[in-house]
């Protein structure tokens, strides 16, 4: 008993936290590729660049509390620009699987150097907004992650409430499932692509601000998780957002819960073998596809 | 349908042979300028070229060939270096059991990584093959029976033939460069045979190869092995050259150079990934003598190609070039085809 007071209920809460983290992220990557088919490999650097905009935001003077609020619309602007002046010009063509790839890929690159130039490639500490733990069936959890849970969980809802139950979101899953019809209902679908882009990457970066203060900021951070967030969409089926909530949440919990048995280091390897199992069963994921289900 | 005079899946055939003959002449008047000036940094730095030349080389087949994006192709040419650094150090200082150790190696990790690889298509195998290569990294990163994050230092040279050894910048280079034309010239003549061409049929139309009673996994996961096994010898001749391995070898960057190389000097050309390494890592090491932050030219320059150039270099040359030569020749038979254009 004392067992799952002490040691399992707060590893499922620190695993919660940065659970709903990898949502976000991964939410943000589902949904690009739902709609755009873009597989995003800059996602992991505009989750750096979101942790680094609030960095240069609280450097400014802001408070933490402006600096996320600030945060996503910038990036939701980074992202806006990137797919109207990079992406559009290779999307409508035949292999724009490959390319759109390739050239997010090159996006990342060029991101990552651009924050090391800028920033240096030495870690920062953000120094947390929320200090004190709170006590709850006699133990003690720290505040920060409480409200990076809340906050979290109320951005998962919003998406959702926004995707499947406004006009925008009807537009977005319209164009997902049929570019052609949906364009010919008055729909402006390239501008419904780059703000769903956009969108996917403010998500990115939100979950760059909320994390910041648990983790160091460096050029690198979002290399290991974007690839977390990579598995949570190809467990829960690419273009899901049902999945993505689901295989992000649970993927967090069997990693944070797995480091009490073993070394964390084999984390990754464990995640990664869920998947090719999951993979080796239903290829596609375990839901289906934004404007398909 | 279409009238295709060149053999190789809509490239002019004869531009590329004539291509990869400057590549390889290149390379021979390189070194003999090099040896006569007595140089030992950029022998080095040519023979580094070349062997990340047989790494896209590898890429080129998975990506030009059959359609499949390897993001992890580091994978196998870690390994090779690892096993050949392992050889070398524990058990024979011979070039030749280095590498014929290295390639049963990756062969069998190549096969093993198939499987896992091949259920997927499309986005989906370039994620997986990405995860694959970064979780063995981790692994490596984390053993410290392989040196951990430090890797090996320390490994002795190989002994290639009596007199010659892989300390020797000339003689290595030629012999690293005798190796990449066998697989080029391999690979090449490959693509020709019928094998080759369920290759390319993969990437086209993969449900009417199946038709035609070849099994296109199969298929797949022969080009899969065969490119682990090309990227593991070239691995294994890294630890040769610089006497080190280090767990980097088999990260993202590696791999993403990989690709990048193959993209910018031209997808499915196979001639292409060659001079496409060879000008990057050219250019890497002039940019990164000015300024640590050469990954943004770097990075820039593949957008740009990404974005006006998808065929590469050698892609936008090998047409006019075969035209040119046609017309020598007072006909132009081949109506050059790029609608079947692999990307």
């Known amino acids: 008993m004392d067992w799952i007071q002490f040691v399992l209920a707060p590893q499922i809460v620190n695993g919660l936290a940065i659970g709903v983290a990898v949502v976000l992220m ?226 967090t919990q069997i990693q944070s819960i797995s480091s009490l048995f073993i070394s964390p280091v084999w984390g990754d390897p464990l995640l990664f073998g869920i998947m090719v199992l999951v993979l080796m069963w239903r290829p596609q994921g375990l839901f289906g596809r934004l404007g398909h289900a | 349908m279409h009238e295709v005079t060149s053999r190789s899946l809509g490239h002019p055939a004869r531009a590329l042979h004539w291509l990869a003959g400057l590549f390889f002449g290149l390379a021979l008047v390189f070194a003999i300028v090099a040896w006569t000036v007595g140089d030992v940094f950029f022998f080095r730095l040519g023979t580094e070229a070349l062997i990340f030349a047989g790494l896209a080389l590898s890429v080129d087949l998975l990506l030009g060939r059959t359609g499949l994006l390897p993001l992890g192709q580091a994978l196998f040419f870690g390994m090779g270096a690892y096993v050949s650094a392992l050889v070398l150090k524990n058990w024979s200082s011979s070039f030749w059991i280095a590498i014929a150790v290295a390639l049963v190696f990756s062969a069998i990790t190549g096969l093993i990584g198939g499987l896992i690889a091949i259920r997927s298509k499309g986005v989906y195998f370039a994620l997986i093959s990405f995860g694959l290569a970064q979780v063995v990294s981790k692994i490596i990163f984390n053993t410290r029976e392989l040196g951990a994050s430090d890797g090996m230092i320390g490994v002795p040279v190989a002994q290639i033939a009596p007199g010659l050894e892989s300390g020797q910048p000339a003689g290595f280079f030629l012999v690293v460069l005798s190796i990449l034309f066998i697989l080029y010239a391999g690979l090449a003549y490959l693509m020709e045979t019928p094998f080759g061409r369920q290759l390319g049929a993969v990437r086209t139309n993969e449900q009417r190869l199946s038709f035609l009673g070849v099994d296109p996994w199969r298929t797949k996961l022969a080009a899969f092995v065969g490119a682990a096994c090309i990227a593991g010898v070239s691995g294994a001749l890294y630890p040769m050259l610089r006497g080190f391995v280090s767990p980097e070898l088999m990260f993202f960057q590696v791999s993403g150079n990989a690709v990048i190389n193959v993209i910018v000097g031209g997808t499915g050309t196979l001639i292409g990934p060659l001079y496409g390494s060879a000008l990057l890592t050219v250019l890497r090491s002039v940019v990164g003598s000015y300024t640590a932050h050469h990954q943004i030219v770097i990075g820039i320059l593949f957008i740009l190609v990404v974005i006006v150039l998808p065929r590469g270099l050698i892609g936008l040359a090998a047409p006019a070039l075969q035209e040119r030569l046609g017309r020598r020749e007072g006909a132009v038979r081949t109506p050059i085809l790029h609608a079947d254009h692999p990307q």
Do not use: C
Not at chain 1, 104 to 123: H, M, Q, R, S
Not at chain 1, 173 to 197: C, E, H, I, K, W
């Open chain 1, 26 to 251: 991964a939410l943000g990557l589902t949904i690009i590729f739902g709609l755009l088919d873009v597989i995003n490999m800059a996602h992991g650097e505009f989750y750096a660049i979101g942790a680094y905009v609030a960095v240069a935001l609280l450097g400014a003077g802001l408070t933490f509390w402006w600096a996320l609020a600030l945060t996503p619309l910038l990036m939701a602007l980074i992202g806006y620009v990137t797919e109207r002046s990079l992406i559009q010009r290779v999307f409508h063509s035949k292999d724009r699987h490959t390319l759109t790839l390739l050239l997010t890929f090159g996006i990342g690159i060029v991101l990552e150097d651009i924050l090391k130039l800028v920033f240096g490639a030495n870690p920062l500490r953000v120094e947390a907004p929320i200090s004190g733990a709170t006590e709850m069936l006699g133990l003690f959890f720290p505040n920060y992650r409480l409200f990076v849970m809340g906050l979290g969980a109320l951005i998962i809802i919003a998406v959702w409430v926004l995707v499947f139950r406004t006009s925008l979101g009807a537009m977005v899953r319209a164009a997902a499932f049929d570019r052609q019809m949906t364009a010919s209902l008055g729909v402006p679908v390239n501008r419904v692509y780059a703000a769903t882009f956009a969108f996917g990457v403010a998500l990115a970066g939100v979950s760059g601000v909320l994390l910041a203060p648990i983790y160091s900021v460096f050029p690198t951070m979002g290399r290991d998780f974007v690839l977390i967030a990579f598995s949570v969409v190809i467990i829960g089926g690419m273009g899901s957002i049902k999945g993505a909530v689901i295989a992000g949440l649970l993927l």
